[in-house]
């Protein structure tokens, strides 16, 4: 979910001919061989920093530009970049090769009953076979598992999922899960499947905590709520983030950003999104002038206006946070903030004890923690939504790989995921949570 101006087409992906014919455009996919991505340390120098780089055409994937630049270069620039001094670190040493090592995908997988160690999670996969995996998962679960959709994309494609449920049939308070609402952060998608595979198996197997989680609760997980962006970042541009809504007028550029396009805190202020149709946060002409957030939003209500929604999480990469309402205001706070931060805390600890390598997620209120965010889905889900819990989740990293994140991480970013969903689902009701710590700790 980084911002930055974009001042040219990012770099994309092989064509992958697993992508239906049918949605593939015409134009060839955009090489960026060469192309470097290096972090500069600003600190307290972020404006004598954008001063010397004011010559160079660039762009920034990173959240938080007061600690560091995360910019990307073309091969004729860095020659000069690297005169400047800069305190800098190179990320990629050459993109285009990074993404070719990450586009990679096995011929051949086989999701085996009841195995979360299947192959499914070793790489990354074109769209159609998700929906072929996700398909997989209802067939294993039929009488506690329907097929669900909030509606279509403005290419037509569905916004598919599943919606789960335990023992005594549905109609249980809602746990919503949202993926992929940014098209180039593809590991979000695996981390939902991968949840909804072990809500699945572990029921199945009957693995007692599993089953209480879904006898207590009705999951409803999306794992692409921006599907034509998805497939654009898979075909043709691989850091897009946006829709594929051409932009108003006779305005050439595409994409609203759906995550600035929430009807809550959508013209709060004039920061936290873009009125510019080709900024990577354009917030669109009007409130929810997106079909996929107008499907969303009234799937949304109609959870609300059903048993409810308990716990609502949208998953991003990257920077390793975990964030709740507010994002559209910095400096203000949600009563049930201390709750939240609590939960928050638990889960990151959770997560970093399971982790060799200690990953550590940071945690509080969206605005106050990392930067300001008008239209976005936590807020609206809480405030119209009347979630409990409503968060977003920045997955790994925190910048050495940054959007571009290898297969050989996918296992490790999925599995973290839920031993942190573990404990936050524990945590939900009050016979879980005595507003300190958990009764139950996994």
Same mark, same amino acid.
């Given at each position: ?11 994309t992906f092989a064509l992958l001919s697993l992508v239906a014919s049918s949605v593939v455009p015409s134009v060839s996919p955009i090489s960026y061989d060469g192309y ?5 340390? *600003? ?11 004011? $010559?160079? *055409? &660039? ?10 630049i995360d910019l990307v270069l073309s091969p004729d620039q860095v020659p000069a970049f690297e005169t400047l001094g800069l305190d800098t670190k190179c990320l990629h !040493? ?7 090592? !990450? ?54 494609r569905d916004i598919y999922g599943l919606h789960l449920w335990g023992a005594g049939g549905p109609g249980k308070p809602a746990v919503l899960y949202h993926g992929t609402?940014?098209?180039? !952060? ?61 932009? +108003? ?23 936290? #999104? ?17 079909? @996929? ?13 059903? +048993? ?9 990469? &990257? ?5 709740? +309402? &507010? ?8 009563? !049930? ?28 209120? $969206? ?10 889905? +936590?807020?609206?889900?809480? @405030? ?5 819990? %409503?968060?977003? /989740? ?15 991480? /996918?296992? #490790?970013?999925?599995? @973290? ?8 689902? %524990? ?12 009764? /139950?700790?996994?």
């Amino acid at each position: 979910m980084p911002l930055g101006k974009m001042r040219f087409l990012l770099p994309t992906f092989a064509l992958l001919s697993l992508v239906a014919s049918s949605v593939v455009p015409s134009v060839s996919p955009i090489s960026y061989d060469g192309y470097r991505v290096y972090r500069v340390k *600003t600190g307290k120098n972020l404006l004598a920093i954008r001063e010397k780089l004011s $010559s160079f *055409t &660039y762009s920034t994937w990173n959240h938080d530009l007061t600690r560091n630049i995360d910019l990307v270069l073309s091969p004729d620039q860095v020659p000069a970049f690297e005169t400047l001094g800069l305190d800098t670190k190179c990320l990629h !040493e050459d993109l285009g090769a990074s993404i070719v090592a !990450e586009s990679q995908v096995k011929s051949h997988w086989k999701r085996q009953a009841n195995d979360s160690n299947d192959a499914w999670f070793g790489s990354y996969h074109p769209y159609e076979e998700h929906i072929e995996y996700f398909k997989e998962l209802h067939a294993s679960f039929p009488n506690q598992s329907e097929w669900i959709s909030s509606g279509t994309s403005y290419e037509g494609r569905d916004i598919y999922g599943l919606h789960l449920w335990g023992a005594g049939g549905p109609g249980k308070p809602a746990v919503l899960y949202h993926g992929t609402v940014h098209a180039r !952060e593809w590991i979000a998608a695996p981390v939902v499947e991968y949840l909804t595979l072990q809500l699945i198996s572990g029921y199945k197997a009957g693995d007692n905590i599993t089953q209480a989680f879904l006898n207590n609760y009705d999951f409803y997980i999306l794992p692409f709520v921006n599907p034509d962006g998805f497939v654009y970042s898979q075909t043709t541009e691989r850091l897009w983030r946006k829709n594929r809504q051409p932009g +108003p007028g006779n305005s050439t550029c595409y994409g609203r950003d759906i995550n600035r396009n929430w009807a809550f805190g959508w013209d709060a202020n004039n920061r936290g #999104a873009s009125t510019n149709p080709c900024s990577q946060t354009y917030k669109g002409e009007a409130p929810s002038d997106t079909p @996929e957030n107008q499907g969303l939003s009234a799937f949304v209500d109609k959870l609300r206006d059903g +048993p409810g929604i308990k716990l609502f999480i949208d998953w991003h990469s &990257y920077g390793q946070y975990i964030l709740s +309402p &507010y994002g559209y205001n910095e400096t203000l706070y949600a009563p !049930e903030l201390g709750k939240w931060t609590n939960a928050a805390g638990l889960v990151s600890e959770a997560i970093r004890d399971s982790s060799s390598a200690r990953t550590t997620f940071t945690f509080g209120p $969206s605005g106050a923690t990392l930067y300001t965010t008008t239209g976005a889905a +936590p807020d609206h889900v809480y @405030e119209v939504g009347k979630a409990d819990f %409503s968060y977003t /989740i920045e997955l790994r990293d925190t910048g050495d790989y940054g959007f571009v994140l290898p297969p050989s991480l /996918i296992r #490790a970013s999925v599995e @973290e995921q839920w031993v942190g969903q573990r404990v936050l689902l %524990s945590l939900l009701d009050e016979v879980f949570f005595d507003g300190v710590g958990p009764a /139950i700790y996994f």
